[in-house]
């Protein structure tokens, strides 16, 4: 069902060739509302498992423009996680201390231990994004040896390694970007400024981004087309429909959690016998 969202180097990505407001998989709102919610049971005692196991650690990575409905779908899917083994971290413009390290310093603080679930509400991809957009290696210091030339594809590499070593050890890495049209985001803006109650969500500086809108997509479609990996692959969803784009989140979310196929620790014979010493001092304890 999500392979056709799906790209993980064999082919080549090019936005002008996607819908972003298709709902091939579950046309019925009713139906794929319903669909999410059982697929949320089966996460949630998946996560249980994966816990219990501690043997790998999962990261599910949010980009997309400015009111794709990032923060919904995340706030969707944290609803059915349990707190244990869950890590959220909101990436925003990097602070001084940040921008004096290497710009994935952040990000390593941020990975999952095994049998965490880590949320990325943006991520390492910024630094790319926008440096590529903003032209930021014109304005920020950098070593003389260091080719201007080089430096944006030097950093396509070393994200695609950095997912790879995570992937060495045992933490995984799925990127979604939440592909929004234009038009939709307009309408968005607008709700956020005329219902009182979303007044709050709109930001000029959202807005000033829109000037932008052509060289981040290109930005996107640059990324998603060099990162690409089996390891790590990149999830290109339709987001003009805010509830399809949830419920195929929720299907590769437990796509993924079933590919790692987490199970209970086995108990031991040893164990066992432990078990079996404890239950008769607590039923001594009891008088029972």
């Given at each position: 069902?999500?392979?056709?969202?799906?790209?993980?180097?064999?082919?080549?990505?090019?936005?002008?060739?996607?819908?972003?407001?298709?709902?091939?998989?579950?046309?019925?709102?009713?139906?794929?509302?319903?669909?999410?919610?059982?697929?949320?049971?089966e996460?949630?005692?998946?996560?249980?498992?994966?816990?219990?196991?501690?043997?790998?650690?999962?990261?599910?990575?949010?980009?997309?423009?400015?009111?794709?409905?990032?923060?919904?779908?995340?706030?969707?899917?944290?609803?059915?996680?349990?707190?244990?083994?869950?890590?959220?971290?909101?990436?925003?413009?990097?602070?001084?201390?940040e921008?004096?390290?290497?710009?994935?310093?952040?990000?390593?603080?941020?990975?999952?231990?095994?049998?965490?679930?880590?949320?990325?509400?943006?991520?390492?991809?910024?630094?790319?994004?926008?440096?590529?957009?903003?032209?930021?290696?014109?304005?920020?210091?950098?070593?003389?040896?260091?080719?201007?030339?080089?430096?944006?594809?030097?950093?396509?590499?070393?994200?695609?390694?950095?997912e790879?070593?995570?992937?060495?050890?045992?933490?995984?890495?799925?990127?979604?970007?939440?592909?929004?049209?234009?038009?939709?985001?307009?309408?968005?803006?607008?709700?956020?400024?005329?219902?009182?109650?979303?007044?709050?969500?709109?930001?000029?500086?959202?807005?000033?981004?829109?000037?932008?809108?052509?060289?981040?997509?290109?930005?996107?479609?640059?990324?998603?087309?060099?990162?690409?990996?089996?390891?790590?692959?990149?999830?290109?969803?339709?987001a003009?429909?805010?509830?399809?784009?949830?419920?195929?989140?929720?299907?590769?979310?437990?796509?993924?959690?079933?590919?790692?196929?987490?199970?209970?620790?086995?108990?031991?014979?040893?164990?066992?016998?432990?078990?079996?010493?404890y239950?008769k001092?607590?039923?001594e304890?009891?008088?029972?």
């Open positions: 069902m999500i392979k056709k969202y799906r790209y993980d180097g064999d082919r080549k990505f090019k936005l002008s060739k996607v819908e972003t407001d298709e709902t091939s998989l579950e046309p019925d709102r009713k139906k794929a509302e319903a669909k999410m919610q059982k697929n949320f049971e996460i949630q005692e998946l996560q249980r498992k994966l816990y219990a196991e501690k043997k790998e650690g999962v990261i599910f990575l949010f980009q997309a423009m400015d009111a794709a409905g990032k923060d919904g779908t995340i706030s969707a899917v944290l609803s059915c996680l349990s707190p244990h083994g869950l890590y959220e971290a909101a990436f925003k413009a990097p602070s001084a201390e921008m004096a390290h290497d710009y994935l310093w952040r990000v390593e603080y941020a990975v999952p231990m095994k049998g965490e679930i880590g949320i990325f509400n943006r991520s390492h991809y910024e630094e790319l994004l926008i440096y590529k957009v903003k032209k930021l290696w014109e304005t920020q210091a950098h070593a003389d040896r260091i080719s201007e030339k080089d430096l944006l594809n030097d950093r396509y590499k070393d994200i695609k390694n950095y790879r070593y995570l992937w060495h050890n045992s933490i995984r890495t799925v990127k979604f970007f939440l592909n929004v049209s234009k038009k939709e985001q307009a309408r968005r803006f607008l709700s956020r400024i005329e219902e009182p109650e979303k007044n709050w969500k709109f930001s000029a500086s959202d807005y000033e981004e829109r000037k932008y809108w052509d060289a981040y997509q290109e930005a996107f479609e640059t990324a998603i087309n060099k990162t690409s990996t089996e390891e790590a692959p990149w999830y290109v969803i339709p003009d429909h805010k509830w399809y784009m949830r419920y195929v989140v929720s299907e590769i979310i437990l796509h993924t959690l079933k590919e790692m196929n987490p199970k209970y620790p086995e108990v031991t014979k040893a164990r066992l016998e432990e078990f079996a010493r239950r001092e607590l039923e304890e009891l008088g029972e």
